[in-house]
T-cell receptor
Framework: GAVVSQHPSWVICKSGTSVKIECRSLDFQATTMFWYRQFPKQSLMLMATSNEGSKATYEQGVEKDKFLINHASLTLSTLTVTSAHPEDSSFYIC??????????FGDGTRLSIL | QKEVEQNSGPLSVPEGAIASLNCTYSDRGSQSFFWYRQYSGKSPELIMSIYSNGDKEDGRFTAQLNKASQYVSLLIRDSQPSDSATYLC???????????FGSGTQLTVLP
């Protein structure tokens, strides 16, 4: 069964809108969750590491004020794309892992900004 | 040099053949190795993990790890058109929480 639940799966909205994406760990308590972005025909790009109860760690070049991450519980992390613009249109995917285990990915959220 | 390198392909094999996917990594501190499959428009799904040198078999899939030569490979036997996807190699370096992904190899199995 699914290890990770991510929703919404698809968002279409106007430029300037803020969009929140939720990622839930279903099988275990995840102290760490990861947020990725993938543009068409390109590889996964790690955006940030979400840490439960503390600030997220952002990768170089990712604006932390643009992509707000909240990991308030051991099973839920949210990514908010603030004031989204067409260039933010992408496939956003979260993943969870525990210890040395592999990462399990959510189904992803396809974001289209008009 | 990229930390994890894969031939981007595309790699085409006929149905029923063995598909061989290769991955090399640069950090000798790498401890854990994973293969993910990603269908177009979908998120990656884990198909194999391998932690020690040698071969690991799971159904039609065999992962091979050679830490001395710093490569990990994935063999798909009796390839099916449904195996057509992008295959991502991922490595955990040392005690890092995140995985480092290769750019993926696109595989097409021709019926």
């Amino acid at each position: 069964g699914a290890v990770v639940s991510q929703h919404p799966s698809w968002v279409i909205c106007k430029s300037g809108t803020s969009v929140k994406i939720e990622c839930r760990s279903l099988d275990f308590q995840a102290t760490t969750m990861f947020w990725y972005r993938q543009f068409p025909k390109q590889s996964l790009m790690l955006m940030a590491t979400s840490n439960e109860g503390s600030k997220a760690t952002y990768e170089q070049g990712v604006e932390k004020d643009k992509f707000l991450i909240n990991h308030a519980s051991l099973t839920l992390s949210t990514l908010t794309v603030t004031s989204a613009h067409p260039e933010d249109s992408s496939f956003y995917i979260c993943s969870v892992s525990s210890g040395n285990q592999p990462q399990h990915f959510g189904d992803g959220t396809r974001l289209s900004i008009l | 040099q990229k930390e994890v390198e894969q031939n981007s392909g595309p790699l085409s094999v006929p149905e029923g053949a063995i598909a061989s996917l290769n991955c090399t990594y640069s950090d000798r501190g790498s401890q854990s190795f994973f293969w993910y499959r990603q269908y177009s428009g979908k998120s990656p799904e884990l198909i194999m993990s391998i932690y020690s040198n040698g071969d690991k078999e799971d159904g039609r899939f065999t992962a091979q790890l050679n830490k001395a030569s710093q490569y990990v490979s994935l063999l798909i036997r009796d390839s099916q058109p449904s195996d057509s996807a992008t295959y991502l190699c991922a490595v955990r370096i040392g005690s890092a929480r995140q995985l480092t992904f290769g750019s993926g190899t696109q595989l097409t199995v021709l019926p």
